[in-house]
């Protein structure tokens, strides 16, 4: 959804190199968020609810919604830092390329939810009904909630943009304050009292609250980037080391929740406060991935650009992709059970979801399905501009 593409920084120049333009190693960041992004989903999708092993494997995967979060807020602090912005203009610009396919897709997945439904659907006013509320509350397909957050991001920018110079001034204080709420609100959502419903709880899911922190972590990274970007290529060491040792740490919030009687599909829910530090340190380790490879040979650059340009089709369509290949999942389930059918599952998800978003990015609709041009009228663009 952003541009994140710039030429290579010379060796020895980053922070002069970023300065000039946008930031190459956030693509490959960018690619491996949304890689794993599917990996959880077609876990999610090729095991038992209750599986202990699967669900451990996923309670380290939520890391990709606040690397998302972190990634959309940095981007845009990053390029508005040292410019105006006007609120207007801005909401006109950047609404509209998240608003249009969110609407598009929700229509979407609601028709294919009707289609496939196995009771009556009921009247069409009815369904008509529950497609505003489920456009309403983000809830059309499991992922959609991403783009209704995205879209409070962006409503919510130009006074963010306001805070700026609190944020250059008193970093560590705002991050301290903003980690306090997340883990108040982690620990509302994971052990609600007794006198609150889940109903409650859960509206809460598709609202900026749960992420504020990632959002805020970006705006931090994005206000300080020299010397972030700095302190993470000097400290890859302790950057790994946060990596293993928050990781044991979600693991074993994970299984002891698991042994004092929670179900593991909830010991191993995105909104856990033993995730917290895990996701922090996951963020940090995407970003030297990115780094290390910006700075170096790039190899598969290519690849980088071609998914990045397609990421956010990519995302929007791979559920469509995965709900297609059930068949798939029963035969190789049935015969083979897990891992095997996860292991073949994966790579047709992938397989299927760019043939389906090559397909989209070639109709004249393109844009509002993809957010993206169409690419024959991006080919014409590069042209006329070379």
């Known amino acids: 959804m952003t541009t994140t593409e710039i030429p290579r920084p010379a060796q020895g120049e980053p922070e002069r190199a970023a300065r000039r333009g946008h930031l190459r190693q956030?693509?490959?960041?960018?690619?491996?968020?949304?890689?794993?992004?599917?990996?959880?989903?077609v876990l999610g999708a090729t095991t038992f609810p209750q599986d202990i092993v699967s669900d451990a494997l996923e309670t380290p995967l939520h890391l990709t919604r606040e690397a998302f979060f972190a990634l959309t807020t940095f981007v845009l602090v990053f390029q508005y830092r040292g410019r105006p912005l006007r609120a207007g203009a801005f909401w006109r610009k950047r609404v509209p390329l998240v608003a249009v396919p969110y609407v598009a897709w929700s229509?979407?997945?609601?028709?294919?939810?009707?289609?496939?439904?196995?009771?009556?659907?009921g009247s069409a006013a009815a369904a008509l009904r529950a497609l505003v509320i489920e456009i309403a509350t983000g809830t059309a397909w499991y992922h959609l909630y991403f783009l209704l957050v995205?879209?409070?991001?962006?409503?919510?920018?130009?006074?963010?943009?306001?805070?700026?110079?609190?944020?250059?001034?008193?970093?560590?204080?705002?991050?301290?304050?903003?980690?306090?709420?997340?883990?108040?609100?982690?620990?509302?959502?994971?052990?609600?009292?007794?006198?609150?419903?889940?109903?409650?709880?859960?509206?809460?899911?598709?609202?900026?609250?749960?992420?504020?922190?990632?959002?805020?972590?970006?705006?931090?990274?994005?206000?300080?980037?020299?010397?972030?970007?700095?302190?993470?290529?000097?400290?890859?060491?302790?950057v790994g080391g946060a990596l293993v040792v928050s990781l044991a740490f979600a693991e074993a919030g994970y299984f002891l929740s698991v042994h004092n009687g929670e179900w593991p599909e909830l010991a191993s829910d995105a909104f856990r406060p033993y995730l917290i530090p895990w996701c922090v340190a996951a963020i940090a380790g995407l970003y030297l991935a990115g780094t290390r490879w910006a700075e170096s040979s790039r190899r598969g650059s290519r690849v980088v650009s071609w998914a990045v340009d397609r990421s956010f089709a990519i995302f929007l369509a791979h559920p469509i992709a995965l709900a297609l290949l059930a068949p798939l999942i029963a035969f190789v389930g049935d015969g083979a059970g897990a891992p095997w059918t996860t292991v073949a599952v994966f790579p047709a998800t992938l397989a299927l979801t760019f043939l389906i978003v090559e397909v989209l990015r070639r109709l004249p609709w393109s844009r509002a399905l993809t957010g993206r041009p169409p690419l024959e009228l991006k080919r014409v663009a590069a042209a006329a501009a070379a």
């Open 26 to 41: 956030l693509g490959l960041y960018r690619l491996m968020t949304f890689v794993l992004v599917i990996f959880m989903h």
């Open 107 to 121: 229509v979407i997945y609601w028709a294919y939810s009707l289609l496939t439904a196995e009771q009556p659907v």
């Open 150 to 238: 995205t879209l409070q991001v962006y409503l919510l920018f130009p006074l963010l943009l306001k805070l700026l110079r609190v944020i250059r001034a008193h970093p560590w204080v705002v991050l301290g304050v903003s980690g306090a709420l997340q883990v108040a609100v982690t620990v509302f959502l994971s052990y609600p009292p007794a006198g609150v419903e889940y109903s409650t709880v859960s509206r809460f899911f598709t609202t900026l609250l749960p992420y504020q922190f990632y959002s805020v972590l970006g705006a931090v990274a994005a206000v300080h980037f020299e010397a972030v970007h700095a302190w993470v290529r000097r400290h890859r060491w302790v």
